[in-house]
């Protein structure tokens, strides 16, 4: 069941966080304080980013109000958050065309699910997997088209069981894609080893192509072994397309997988030990070793972020990205000219009251910002 704060805190951070967007000029003023501090908005003048994006450059802007893969409501308000924050304002800013996508319509597409689970078995440890599933089919759909197009897919989220969905449309479209997953958790569970049965924590298990799992068992993902359509067969990511960066919680079963399937990782001990810039020095060229003209799909859970600078999520942890070594990371991977695309989760404005539910949304549209080309010079 999903468990919903009091409607005391919500309206309470609902009203400050129209407080701070309201009063975003103002504070772009002097002063001494943390919030007074101006934030100028450059474009990056490199014409040579965003090769696998075709011209005029233009950013799908995807909302995937998802919240059924973890147990708590509010990561469904995320793309509208981060929408009232200006980010679609500023996307233009950057020099994008701007696609804004309306949100997919997770409550009637869920609904329909949830009618079959009457009619079919439901595995308690893939809790509500007929509405992740029915829902991440609909985004893949949405993301293999617009990479098809030419485009860039800005999926928001949503919680990170939609990760399944996002990288399932980007391995369609384009299989040779490496994937950068920034997480304090490693998201590699599968509903038989998965401690809590939560979907949030299974993007990745549910799409390794070195995991003998028939995805038909489990309801709501049977479309998950349906043939690409260009008969490449169903949609899987290998161990040596995958790069962790800022793990720092992983679950006994993660760790060994991680191990045996020898998926390059970067936790928080080799962040402090070898240094931000370092440490994406090594995830870059692992993924582009083989394949120095490959697309790059960037997944960027908010909880990597320290709860001093991002408290409104969901499993949030201690000892995490640092403010400027989370929007490194960021800028470092577009610098590489090869995103392609990018997705953000699991910002919940109801986990944190006042200035913690807002710094984090501000924080997320920082972050995207980045993302898309954000440039210090």
């Known amino acids: 069941m999903l468990r919903c704060p009091s409607s005391k805190v919500r309206s309470y951070v609902v009203r400050q966080i129209g407080k701070r967007a309201a009063s975003s000029e103002t504070r772009a003023g002097g002063g001494a304080g943390i919030g007074n501090v101006h934030h100028q908005l450059f474009p990056t003048d490199d014409n040579s980013l965003f090769r696998?994006?075709?011209?005029?450059?233009?950013?799908?802007?995807?909302?995937?109000?998802?919240?059924?893969?973890?147990?708590?409501?509010?990561?469904?308000?995320?793309?509208?958050?981060?929408?009232?924050?200006g980010l679609l304002k500023d996307l233009s800013s950057l020099g994008w065309r701007v696609e804004d996508i309306p949100d997919l319509d997770f409550d009637a597409i869920c609904a329909e699910a949830a009618k079959n689970s009457s009619t079919c078995s439901v595995s308690p440890n893939a809790k509500h997997s007929l509405q992740v599933g029915a829902g991440c089919s609909a985004l893949a759909d949405l993301v293999e088209s617009k990479l098809r197009l030419g485009r860039f897919p800005l999926i928001l989220g949503g919680d990170h069981s939609i990760g399944i969905g996002s990288l399932a449309g980007i391995l369609r479209a384009k299989p040779q894609t490496g994937v950068i997953w920034v997480d304090a958790h490693a998201d590699l569970n599968v509903p038989s080893i998965s401690e809590s049965g939560n979907m949030h924590g299974m993007p990745l298990g549910l799409m390794m192509k070195d995991f003998v799992l028939d995805r038909s068992d489990i309801p709501g993902l049977e479309w998950l072994e349906d043939e690409s359509k260009d008969g490449s067969g169903p949609p899987r990511l290998s161990s040596d397309s995958l790069v962790y960066v800022g793990l720092r919680d992983i679950d006994q079963a993660e760790r060994r997988f991680i191990k045996q399937l020898g998926i390059k990782t970067f936790t928080m001990y080799d962040?402090?030990?070898?240094?931000?810039?370092?440490?994406?020095?090594?995830?870059?060229?692992?993924?582009?070793?083989?394949?120095?003209?490959?697309p790059l799909h960037l997944s960027y859970d908010i909880d990597a972020v320290d709860p001093v600078h991002a408290p409104a999520t969901g499993t949030a942890v201690r000892g995490g990205l640092t403010w400027r070594e989370?929007?490194?990371?960021?800028?470092?991977v577009v610098k590489t000219g090869s995103l392609a695309s990018a997705e953000i989760v699991e910002v919940n404005h109801t986990l944190s009251d006042g200035d913690g539910a807002n710094d984090t949304v501000e924080l997320g549209h920082n972050l995207v910002n980045a993302l898309c080309g954000e440039s210090i010079l």
Do not use: C, W
């Not at 989370?326 to 470092?332: D, G, K, R, T």
């Open 271 to 294: 962040i402090d030990h070898l240094g931000i810039g370092r440490v994406m020095d090594l995830a870059v060229e692992h993924l582009m070793k083989n394949n120095p003209d490959r």
């Open 326 to 332: 989370a929007h490194f990371v960021a800028e470092y």
């Open 52 to 85: 696998h994006v075709a011209q005029p450059r233009t950013v799908s802007v995807i909302g995937a109000p998802m919240t059924y893969g973890q147990p708590f409501v509010g990561t469904d308000r995320g793309p509208e958050l981060l929408r009232e924050s």
